[in-house]
């Protein structure tokens, strides 16, 4: 049974700094994508940040690109989001996913596997 567990959300002052983690069982991620996704009440789900098959190339959407980072622990099982620079528009629910294959456009789709969430709030 696959089981992804975020941790790492807070409430921070803007120009602040978190990290998130994602502590994966059950699952291997070497052939599949990995991705952190964050929505806000009454938007969309976004994808903002993802990792490709064996621990290669990220892609992060556009609205945090230069100041989150994410990368992995193998050896752990783990996954993190640093995010730096937080602005009041990154307040959302985060949430870890995997199983992703890549996208066409950039990125990956079809995650299989999502984590409960962990909230972020970034005050002004």
Known sequence: ??????SGG????????LRLSCTASGYTSS???M?????SPGKEREG????????GATYYSASVKG??????D?????????M???????????YCAAGGRLSGSGGCTGYGYWGQGTQVTVSS
């Not at 049974?1 to 975020?6: K, S």
């Not at 903002?48 to 621990?55: D, E, R, S």
């Not at 100041?67 to 992995?72: G, V």
């Not at 620079?85 to 959302?92: G, I, R, V």
Request: hydrophobic share 30%.
């Open 84 to 94: 730096n620079s937080l602005k009041p528009e990154d307040t959302a629910m985060y």
């Open 74 to 82: 193998n050896a752990k099982n783990t996954m993190y989001l640093n």
């Open 48 to 55: 903002v940040a993802h990792i490709y098959p064996y621990g």
């Open 1 to 6: 049974q696959v089981q992804l567990v975020e």
């Open 31 to 33: 052939r599949d994508c």
């Open 67 to 72: 100041r989150f980072t994410i990368s992995q």
């Open 35 to 39: 991705g952190w996704f964050r929505q």
């Open 10 to 17: 807070g409430s921070v002052q803007a120009g602040g700094s």
